[in-house]
């Protein structure tokens, strides 16, 4: 199985561009993270371990990362996209707090079968999907009343 570095290195080489310094420990640091990020909280991480990366290489680095494949973006609520890894893990669909902004991970089984056969009968191939539930987690529920 190919490395989260070898695709990306493949994916720019095929886009004519490079794979630099900078590219590099941003990509090191996505792979090696935990659920979901956005960029300002990847600059202060990278910046509080002492790695030297400018805001504009992770801006101009996450979207080569998603189109690439390794990651995707999950927008949360608020103004900017939230990302999580996707190398090497498996698919799931998310819920968005739209009060607190927390995000819950789910797999059903069933849903995915569902979508499965809709795609068979409308004649459609359905490559990958991304399913989000906008609502109120039970804490933020709990608050409103």
């Known amino acids: 199985m190919k490395s989260a570095e070898d ?8 886009k004519g561009l490079k794979f630099t310094n900078e590219r590099a420990l941003i990509l090191r640091e996505v792979v090696s993270g935990r659920g979901h990020f956005d960029p300002d909280g990847l600059l202060i991480r990278m910046r509080g371990r002492g790695l030297r990366v400018s805001k ?9 990362l998603v189109d690439s494949g390794l990651i995707t973006s999950v927008e949360k609520t608020g103004k900017h996209a939230h990302y999580e890894r996707t190398f090497g893990h498996g698919h799931h669909d998310h819920m968005l707090c739209m009060s607190c902004g927390r995000v819950v991970e789910f797999y059903s089984k069933p849903l995915e079968a569902l979508q499965e056969r809709l795609c068979r009968r409308k004649g459609f191939e359905g490559i990958s999907h991304s399913l989000e539930i906008m609502g109120y987690c039970s804490e933020c529920r709990k608050k409103r009343r």
Request: charged share 25%; hydrophobic share 40%; no cysteine.
């Open 56 to 64: 504009a290489s992770i801006y101009r680095t996450l979207p080569l």
């Open 7 to 14: 695709a990306f290195r493949e994916y720019l080489k095929g």
